[in-house]
């Protein structure tokens, strides 16, 4: 997959469009975490050494197409001001102020942030006349947000398809996300284990038989081995099945084979007779689990096996956690895997989402080598398929 990067661009005093995955959370006007805001610097900071007349574009939670001013990308603009060391001007109303007017008044410490651009109906809808207005004036466009490369929204495709082939290209972040997410499926080093877990069978099924065609092992955790476990006819008491995606189960079991792909699932568990972060952490020893109880973490043995893995692993992905992380009972599972991927001598990937938070709880984030930063997208990536944001920026 050959797309345009952003060494590609000739950017010397350009005006460029530069659209960046700004979603932060903001409690009380602070933000309480700003990892997406300083992983667009080394962007913004390759494009600051080659031109100043700059305008970065953003959503921000979900508004729907309406102004709501918790949203607003405001603090957002005080924060990069801070990090880049320029006067980040605040364009509230691109739609009547063209964004063409203001550049041309801008001197070369002042940059443009436009405010959420969902706050506009337009971006959602992939809406040609909104895309316009955003691109209207620019020479270059580059897309940074990763995250959003699977939704076909304006900022991401419609505007991006306004401007030429060779005027167009991914942000720095985008570049090293694309190049080892498909790694992972064109040659990883063997042996190569993907870890899946987490709820759902039916969100995962497409990462899976796409990356089985390279992995030897895949390990499964999380409410999703109560599935695979039902369909081995192994009783799993109240855990969550999903009963009708038993042909989901067959179907990976079929592809597993032909590839010659070891399937691993849960050994023990930890259990508990509710859903709550109180109730009492049961051990079960063996695979089966009684009625009444529901098995929320896996168990001991299965944890040695599992990070016992990892540990000889060459590559490794892992996506989902192992069991309910978010109750503190039920994190170790989860927790452990994190621990092993940061021991594994392999090169290690983490595919986004609440993994990433495990990883984060677990306090090993820094010793993995690559952190998704987008969850829909890199799973919509890893199963295969050109994101519409990725597909504007081919060659
Ligand atoms: P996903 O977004 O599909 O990666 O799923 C993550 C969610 O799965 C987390 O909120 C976990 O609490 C939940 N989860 C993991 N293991 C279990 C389990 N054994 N039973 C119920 N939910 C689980």
Redesign the pocket.
């Known amino acids: 997959m050959e797309f345009r990067k952003l060494q590609d661009l000739e950017l010397t005093n350009k005006k460029v469009l530069v659209r960046l995955d700004l979603n932060v959370p903001i409690k009380k006007g602070k933000i309480t975490d700003d990892t997406r805001i300083t992983s667009a610097l080394p962007t913004l900071r390759y494009i600051l050494e080659r031109t100043s007349k700059i305008a970065l574009m953003s959503h921000l939670g979900r508004p729907d197409g309406e102004v709501m001013p918790e949203y607003s990308l405001e603090p957002v603009g005080v924060r990069l001001a801070e990090l880049l060391g320029v006067e980040v001007v605040f364009v509230r109303d691109y739609t009547e102020e063209p964004a063409e007017q203001v550049l041309n008044q801008l001197n070369k410490n002042q940059i443009i942030l436009f405010e959420n651009l969902r706050f506009h109906a337009g971006e959602t809808k992939n809406d040609p006349d909104f895309a316009r207005t955003l691109a209207n004036g620019f020479d270059c466009y580059v897309n940074d947000a990763f995250g959003t490369l699977h939704r076909a929204h304006a900022s991401v495709v419609a505007a991006a398809e306004l401007f030429p082939g060779e005027k167009r290209a991914a942000g720095l972040l985008v570049d090293r996300e694309i190049s080892v997410l498909s790694g992972l499926q064109k040659k990883p080093q063997a042996p190569f284990t993907v870890i899946m877990?987490?709820?759902?069978v039916s969100?995962?099924i497409g990462v899976v038989l796409n990356l089985l065609n390279h992995a030897n092992y895949l390990l499964i955790?999380?409410?999703?081995?109560?599935t695979f476990l039902k369909y081995q006819g192994v009783d799993v008491g109240d855990?969550?099945v999903e009963t009708d995606k038993m042909d989901l189960v067959a179907s990976i079991y079929r592809n597993a084979e032909a590839r010659k792909v070891e399937i691993i699932l849960p050994e023990d568990h930890v259990a508990a007779a509710k859903?709550d972060a109180d109730a009492e952490a049961v051990e079960i020893p063996g695979r089966t689990i009684q009625r009444g109880l529901?098995?929320?973490?896996i168990g001991p043995r299965t944890i040695k096996r599992y990070t016992d893995i990892i540990g000889l692993s060459k590559t490794v992905l892992w996506?989902?956690?192992?069991?309910?992380?978010?109750?503190d009972k039920?994190a170790k599972g989860s927790l452990r895997v994190a621990d092993a991927m940061a021991r594994c001598s392999g090169f290690t990937v983490i595919g986004g989402?609440?993994?990433v938070a495990a990883a984060n709880k677990a306090g090993i984030a820094e010793k993995i080598d690559h952190i998704s930063t987008g969850?829909g997208a890199s799973l919509e990536f890893l199963e295969g398929q050109i994101l519409p944001g990725v597909k504007v920026l081919l060659k």
Not at 197 to 200: A, F, I, P
């Open positions: 877990g987490g709820s759902k969100d995962k955790g999380g409410a999703m081995a109560y855990s969550r859903f529901m098995g929320l973490d996506n989902g956690p192992m069991g309910v992380f978010e109750f039920f989402g609440d993994s969850g």
